[in-house]
């Protein structure tokens, strides 16, 4: 199978790269930069093009049996108006102009997985959410439901679109598990604002492993979960972290602090939602890493 993909240089995409790499499958990564960043695997095909606009990267897709769409501006950060433009345009525009490259009768092109995320739900309190669960209505929740909508275009192509709602995705070498775990390094972790806030999560490995599933099984389509069957509240995962690490897990993060140093951004970590993976249990996908506790073992133990 050919692969094409957009934000494949990330913390997700060059694993996802290695992955169908060695499942066999050739893989284009489009990126706006002409430099191999370190990490991605040298044996695939790096165009140059801005997935946000029009261009001859365009031309590439119809080649490609399977579109996998990561590209994003990442959220973790202090958000304002030209930050929040920057999250939308680099997630709406490059789906929109990704669909738009593939041709009216599809060409070879037959899959696109594209990411969402789990804010699509809003925040909410202890309900279990599955794929059928209503969306929210907060910025995060309307990005995540108009990110989908663009993806879900190329469904008029003919194409089996399937939108991959991601939790936090824990891994090694960044993304969000460096950030939790600095401050219990410093002996002064702990539960962010009241701690019960629900917190859906997936270790990368896994996240890989049930995107080639969802690829080989064609009778998935729509929305699907991509986090692990047991999310944990945040003091849970405040104490799994301390005791991974051997350090107190007690110091707690005030709301206010977090508001005032993270602004708007904040709420996503002092609120969260309680997501579970039902079609992908539905269809017989299994978790390598299902609890948390397996999860930051394996990451974090021989560092
Ligand atoms: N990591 C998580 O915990 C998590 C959770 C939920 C959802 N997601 C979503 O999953 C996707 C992949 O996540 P990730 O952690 O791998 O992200 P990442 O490491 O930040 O990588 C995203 C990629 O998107 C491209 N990109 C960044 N800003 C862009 C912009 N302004 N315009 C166009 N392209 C841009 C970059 O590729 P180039 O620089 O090569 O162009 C970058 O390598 C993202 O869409 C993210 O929102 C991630």
Redesign the pocket.
Known sequence: MKAFI????????TKLTRALLDKGHEVT?????EKR?PGLPAQIRLIAG???EHGLWQQEVPEHDVLIN??????FSRWNDEYKK?LR???IL?TRNLVEAIPSDGGAVKHLLS?????YYGFTGDEELGEDADPGTDFLATLAQDWEAEALKAAGKGIRVVVAR?????GKD???LEQMVRPFRLFAGGPIGSGKQWFSWIHVEDLCRAALFVIEHPEISGPVNFCAPNPVRNADLADAIGNTLHRPSFIPAPGFVIKLVMGEFGSVILKGQRVVPKMLKKHGFHFNYGRIEDALNNLLSDT
């Open positions: 957009t934000g494949g240089t990330g913390f997700v995409g990564v489009l990126s706006r930069s960043r801005d997935p946000t990561l590209a994003g501006e990442s959220i920057r345009d680099s997630r490059t990411t969402s995320a789990v804010g991601f939790g936090v995705v824990l960044g993304g969000a």
